[in-house]
């Protein structure tokens, strides 16, 4: 028996190694490929289709993808132009501050080229700055325009993607405006101040003056456009998409699910709504005056190899007298996800559940709590990895009287294992007075059979949280702990399998394997406190069970080791408070700690 036991046990391993390394090689590989070619795809496609999210208020006309449907819909057709010639062929208003560099294009007036002076797309030296915004005709283009559009039935020339504007500056900085003027010859005046912060927030005012005989209805509009598919991590984790807060509610729209669905319209009045475009650590949004309502749309439109994403936030159509002046403000946000820039732009804006552009996930009341305090902690002490191994003993210490009690019964458990073993002899063919036996000896000596595991149980929460805070907070991206970790958010770069860098050998390109070879120092240290963890205990007396146990350690080891080492550290840490935790309780009650005798009956031979 004991030897089938053992082979249906290298049986199991075997099959689960194969089910691991087929995944990867028929699933893992060819949607890595897929990516690449929609990539490709996107970047050689040419012509831009007409806007999915545009229409003249009050129209009913339904969006058709391919049908110029408003401003800025059409461009001539050809093949995408470097980032340098797509922006020089407009004059431009620099853009110049702390955190974001690039510029406004005249031809247009749109926010069309910005970067991140702050972040940089590797932890190498001289990394290029991350680019969010690129103008139309390059690869990737991004960027916000804003307008006006006509009542339904009206026939007036608004500006376009051609209309040159006229500025009264050279360069728009922090704290001060630029003022973009436009004549359309035809009794209207526009006029388009935009100012900014030091963050990340464009200030939009737009307004029109009706110097012509006749009262004239406009709407006026924010829209964010993107070309293309940007490549997306796919974790059912991390939302990135359109995104916007409408109807009183989260609404989020997956980059497929807009191309499937085309377009969707939000036309309930709003307050104090927010919509845009967002990926795991950028993101832009407009956010309309929280007092005034407005109606909202996303959409995609184009080919499926080249869509084009759109967000757009359009205000009810207002009626200008001759004479008259009509004046419309739309903020932008464009930049990093930093949480606390984020949560003032909300409170300073009134933007309802803004934080939530950051995906804090269903766990959002332990995730952003726990957040906060590893932010609070950070600037403490200055170092992130520092912080996680501080939060992991804050949360042992509020979790320490569920863990004491936890290892009481454990430990209890151990001194009845005697009278727990005679019962089993004793009723071996008798199931069921064997629990009701095993109950009474639970209730005389007041021990609680689950205890052990709810530590465990609540550690999961936990471990998810901690999880999504390393995993989508753009605080821990590049953060370096010490040592060869350089980015708490990446995972340990090292691999046993070439002596951690001593060889001249990359393991990570082998292929199909080349994923289960990336085993660094932190995930084997893990492993290595998992396992003397489980020594802490007597071994099972069942062997399937106990070779299970044996071999969960490397599991794990290697299961973690493609996770985010701040991850890694932060298991690792838990795993030796929880053995001196245990170690303590045990020998406080007098019981024996099974450590020692395990550890020698492991390395001893025969």
């Known amino acids: 028996m004991k030897s089938d036991d053992n082979r249906n046990l290298l049986l199991a391993i075997t099959l689960s190694v194969i089910v691991m390394v087929g995944w990867n090689y028929f699933f893992g590989m060819p949607k890595l490929e897929q ?136 360069i728009l900085r922090p704290g001060g405006t630029v003022t973009l003027t436009y004549d359309n010859g035809q009794g209207l005046v526009f006029t388009r101040v935009i100012g900014m912060d030091d963050k990340f927030l464009f200030t939009v005012t737009d307004s029109v003056k009706n110097t012509g005989g006749n009262p004239i209805a406009l709407s006026s509009y924010g829209r964010i456009s993107r070309h293309g598919t940007p490549t997306v991590l796919g974790f059912f984790i991390l939302h990135e998409g359109l995104i916007g807060f409408l109807d009183e509610k989260l609404q989020e729209m997956s980059f497929a699910d807009a191309v499937k669905t085309k377009s969707k319209t939000f036309t309930t009045n709003n307050k104090g709504g927010w919509l845009g475009i967002t990926e795991k650590y950028w993101a ?184 999504k805070v390393l995993f989508v907070t753009i605080e821990m991206r590049h953060a370096p702990f010490f040592g060869w970790i350089r980015d708490l958010a990446a995972p340990d770069p090292t691999s046993i399998f070439n002596l951690f860098g001593l060889l001249p050998f990359n393991p990570g390109a082998v292929p199909v394997f080349g994923p289960f070879l990336m085993l660094g120092v932190w995930p084997i240290i893990m492993g290595i406190t998992m396992w003397v963890q489980m020594k802490m205990n007597p071994e099972p007396t069942d062997p399937i069970q106990k070779a299970v146990f044996a071999w969960m350690p490397l599991l794990f080891t290697f299961m973690l080791a493609s996770f985010p080492a701040g991850l890694v550290i932060y298991w690792a840490w838990n795993n030796t408070l929880s053995v001196l935790q245990q170690y303590a309780i045990m020998k406080k009650l007098g019981t024996k700690v099974e450590l020692w005798d395990n550890l020698k009956s492991t390395f001893r031979r025969g």
């Open 35 to 170: 990516q690449r070619q929609q990539q490709v795809q996107g970047q050689t496609a040419t012509g831009q289709p007409g806007s999915a999210v545009l229409q003249p208020p009050g129209s009913g006309a339904a969006n058709t993808a391919g049908t110029p449907a408003g401003p800025g819909s059409t461009v001539a057709a050809g093949a995408k132009l470097p980032r340098a010639q797509a922006l020089a062929l407009s004059p431009r208003v620099r853009i110049e501050s702390p955190n974001l560099s690039g510029s406004i294009a005249l031809i247009g007036g749109r926010i069309d080229d910005l970067s991140l002076v702050r972040y940089r797309e590797t932890v190498e030296i001289g990394s290029p700055n991350i680019v969010l915004f690129a103008p139309q005709g390059a690869q990737d283009a991004y960027f916000a325009d804003f307008g006006w559009l006509p009542a339904a039935g009206q026939n007036v020339a608004v500006p376009g993607p051609d209309t040159r504007w006229q500025a009264n500056a050279e």
């Open 284 to 467: 832009s949004a407009l956010i309309p005056p929280h007092d005034k309502p407005f109606s909202a749309a996303f959409g995609a439109s184009g080919a499926a190899t080249s869509p084009v994403y759109e967000t757009a936030a359009i205000n009810e159509a207002t009626t200008i007298a001759p004479g008259a002046e009509l004046t419309a403000t739309m903020r932008l946000f464009a930049g990093a996800k930093e949480v606390n820039v984020i949560d003032g732009y909300q409170e300073a804006l009134k933007a309802q559940s803004f934080d939530r552009l950051v995906d804090w996930g269903w766990f959002y009341f332990i995730t952003k709590p726990l957040f906060r305090l590893m932010d609070w902690v950070f600037h403490l002490v200055g170092n992130f990895g520092v912080t996680i191994l501080i939060v992991t003993v804050l949360i042992k210490l509020a979790l320490f009287p569920l863990a004491n009690k936890s290892y009481e019964s454990m430990a209890r458990m151990k001194h009845v294992q005697p009278e727990m073993l005679a019962i089993r002899d004793r009723y071996a063919d008798d199931k069921m007075k064997q629990q009701q036996a095993m109950m009474e000896l639970y209730k005389k000596e007041k021990i609680n059979p689950l205890a052990g595991c709810l530590p465990v149980l609540v550690q999961i929460p936990i471990f998810f949280a901690l999880y």
